[in-house]
């Protein structure tokens, strides 16, 4: 993230920067890698963000935090837990809309027939959102179907 912000604040023209932190596919002690994972993320955002304030750049910088997999609910023998559906999904920026949670917090007693979490807002529509709104490029044509747009940008 420190090279991220190097080039967010040297007004590089790139559009979109990819960073990745692995560790999150929790199988066994799930507990304990989890405080500390979730620390070291909460931790370098925190870092990320007040360098970019610092510089005055963060206003026109939008962060999307994701995972490419859910976990289900239920734990597993080893202390951990499987892939499952549903997930979070973090946007962070200075000039959204609404800042705050954009859906209801899952109900762990209505889950589907694999015992997932119900997701309640479809992972695409936040990427037509970003590509339309703040990249501004047309999401049909790069995810080949119309998704509901949301507003937070």
């Known amino acids: ?9 040297s007004n590089l023209e790139s559009k979109v920067y990819y960073v990745s932190m692995g ?16 620390k070291t993320y909460s ?15 963060f206003k026109d910088t939008l962060v ?3 995972s490419e997999f859910g976990r289900r609910v239920q734990q597993n023998a080893a202390g951990g837990t499987d892939h499952g559906a549903a997930n979070n999904v973090f946007i962070m920026g200075e000039n959204l809309k609404k800042k705050g949670f954009y859906n209801e917090a899952p109900n762990l007693s209505q889950l589907d027939k694999n015992g997932d979490l119900i997701y309640t807002i479809d992972f695409r529509s936040i990427y037509a959102t970003i590509l339309d709104e703040w990249l501004q490029v047309d999401a049909t044509s790069i995810l080949n179907k119309s998704f509901e747009k949301l507003r937070f940008i």
């Open 1 to 9: 993230l420190k090279t991220t912000a190097e080039f967010i604040n």
């Open 23 to 38: 560790g999150f596919d929790t199988h066994a002690n799930q507990a304990n890698r989890q405080n500390r994972l979730l």
């Open 43 to 57: 931790e370098s955002i925190e870092v990320f963000i007040n360098d970019l304030k610092q510089n005055d750049t």
């Open 64 to 66: 999307l935090t994701f």
